[in-house]
Every structure is written in structure tokens, then in C-alpha cells.
């Protein structure tokens, strides 16, 4: 087991299967050089006590919901990271940037307080020197499929 499973494991975690795109002409991730671009992330979430699927801020989502939805979203990123790795989750480095998008009313202005549950996850699993990022956390009238949350990210592969 990776050192970031146990982290994960410490946690009371355990990884989803990673996201199957619907699609040939995308995936969950790119490769250049040693960096990792991943894919909006935000379907076929954990079942989750808070998470949300789907739904709108500022109707029929909390930002306490929120923040469970944009924590399991991470849990679904870093199953992609695991694929992609070959099982070995040691290999990312650092996180580097995350883009975080909430599914809101145009008045919602909380998009920074949902998104932290997936940067507080990073944080935690990569650390201080490694897990804190740049980040980006807006919202939008409407997402893919109705869905709450969406993210994607950059990492740094050792």
C-alpha cells in the first residue's frame, strides 16, 4: 500500500473506481512529461454521508453538503491518479493547481468554502509542503448533467 492509501486509509477512506469518460475522445487524464493534468471530475461520486450528486447552490444544496460533495470529488481524482499510476499513488508529488466549479444560483457567493473540501483533502493527504495548492473556485448557472460539483487539477509526478 502507497504511503497516500494509508494517509487515505487514516482517514476513513477507502478509493472509488476511477471514471470511465463516456467517450473515446477524452480521458481522466494527460500526461506531459511530469506533469498530470486531470479531467473535470465530479460524476459517479462515493456514496458519502453530505454528498450530492446533483443540484443547484443557493436552492437545495448546503455548503455543508458541499463541501462533502467537493471531498469526494478529490477521492474520485486520486483514483484516477491511482489508474494512471499504475497503482502507485507515491508517485504524485505535489499538487499543483486545482479549478473548482460549483452548480449555483447567480447570488451564490460561497464557492470557496465548498471547494476547501477538496483542497483540505489534498492538504491533508500531501501535506503542507506538497498538498497546498493554487486554486481557483467559481460558480456557474449550470454544470454537466446537473451535477453540484465539478474539479480538475494539476499535479507534479516524482
Known amino acids: ?19 470511465v469518460f463516456p467517450k473515446n475522445n477524452r480521458t481522466g487524464c494527460t500526461q506531459s512529461g511530469n506533469l498530470l493534468l486531470l479531467s473535470g471530475h ?24 458541499g463541501y462533502a460533495t467537493a471531498r469526494a470529488v478529490a477521492l474520485t481524482m486520486i483514483a484516477t491518479m491511482k489508474a494512471h499510476c499504475g497503482g502507485d499513488l507515491d508517485r504524485v508529488k505535489r499538487v499543483l493547481r486545482l479549478f473548482g466549479m460549483c452548480n449555483c444560483l447567480p447570488d ?17 493527504v500531501w ?29 507534479e509526478l516524482a
Do not use: W
Open 1 to 19: 500500500m502507497s504511503q497516500v492509501e494509508g494517509k487515505l486509509q487514516a482517514l476513513g477512506y477507502t478509493l472509488p473506481p476511477p471514471f
Open 42 to 65: 465530479g460524476l459517479d461520486l462515493p456514496k458519502l454521508p453530505g454528498v450530492r450528486q446533483s443540484g443547484k447552490f443557493g436552492v437545495d444544496i448546503t455548503v455543508e453538503e
Open 108 to 124: 451564490f457567493a460561497q464557492h470557496p468554502a465548498v471547494i476547501d473540501g477538496a483542497s483540505d483533502l489534498f492538504y491533508e
Open 127 to 155: 501535506g503542507p509542503e506538497f498538498g497546498r495548492h493554487a486554486r481557483s473556485a467559481v460558480g456557474h448557472v449550470s454544470l454537466p448533467r446537473g451535477i453540484a460539483v465539478e474539479i480538475n487539477g494539476e499535479f
